[in-house]
């Protein structure tokens, strides 16, 4: 298994996508980071309160801040993960990663561990962007920049979900073998469906209280446990850890299915 890890990470580290997301992770990070930082510290308005500013104690303002760049971040991991698999078909290489591995299961075993390691790479790349930048902007805003514990927990967890957000992107990509339409779809539905159909499902009761909180997003959301908005229509979060359950849910049930198909696909 090591040497079938090491391959797939040597796959990854020899092009040039490795420093280019890496670059992009750090700057978005950051970016994200100083602009929450500015909003999220501006003197709450008890009418602006009221039409739904986003508000929170100073552990949620540090974790929005810190984890404000996480939809770029997990866009991006999202796209790793497909291009892990993605490809491999569209290069005609998945034959010979399954001859010089010939057990399929252990090729794509080692696939999920590189995922994981990959993400946790990138997850500390962004953690130091955000966390650089956003301390400097909160301590010069007057806030504190590390209130409680909570807030370290907060930034462990971000790693788990980057390198979660990674699997779902390599069962998408297995799911969808097209690369350009597996990117496409993969990444409207994180921009562009998910928050429409989230929008509207907070205007239909039974959706609020029992389908909104378990989107991919909202999950997210609710494991860096961030500022709330005071909005009669908006979702109750999960708890954090309900969150990472929902999100582990997704990443087994998406990369688990992808796994299995591609293990007694003939690929020829």
């Known amino acids: 298994m090591i040497p079938a890890v090491r391959s797939e990470l040597r796959k990854f580290f020899t092009t040039r ?28 308005d008890p009418e602006a309160v009221a039409a739904g500013q986003p508000t929170g104690d100073p552990t949620q303002i540090a974790n929005s801040v810190y984890t404000g760049g996480l939809t770029m971040g997990l866009t991006l991991m999202l796209v790793i993960g497909i291009f ?8 005609k290489t998945i034959t010979g990663t399954f001859l ?16 994981f390691v990959i993400g946790a790479l990138y997850g500390v790349v962004s953690l130091v962007g955000s966390v650089v930048a956003g301390a400097i902007v909160l301590t010069s805003r007057g806030a504190d920049a590390f209130p409680s514990t ?28 097209n690369q350009v339409a597996a990117l496409l779809i993969s990444v409207g539905v994180v921009w562009v469906v998910e928050p429409l159909g989230t929008f509207a499902l907070t ?6 209280e029992h389908v909104v909180m378990f989107l991919p997003q909202s999950a997210t959301n609710a494991i860096v446990s961030g500022v709330t908005q005071q ?10 850890w309900g969150g990472a359950l929902t999100l582990v849910a997704y990443a087994v049930l998406l990369a688990g299915f ?10 020829t």
């Open 17 to 44: 996508l490795w420093w280019g997301m890496g670059i992009a992770m750090l700057v978005s990070a950051a970016a994200f980071a100083v602009i929450f930082g500015f909003v999220y510290t501006i003197a709450p």
């Open 203 to 208: 205007f239909w009761e039974w959706g609020r």
């Open 150 to 177: 909570e807030v370290v927990r907060t930034l462990a967890l971000s790693l788990l979900v980057l390198g979660l957000w990674a699997l779902i992107g390599l069962g998408i990509g297995i799911l969808i073998p």
């Open 258 to 267: 992808g796994v299995a198909r591609t293990t007694r696909a003939d690929i």
């Open 100 to 115: 010089s591995t010939p057990v399929r299961t252990r090729a794509m075993g080692a696939k999920v561990a590189a995922l």
């Open 231 to 240: 909005n009669p229509n908006a979702a109750q979060p999960l708890e954090w």
């Open 84 to 91: 892990q698999i993605g490809a491999e078909y569209r290069h």
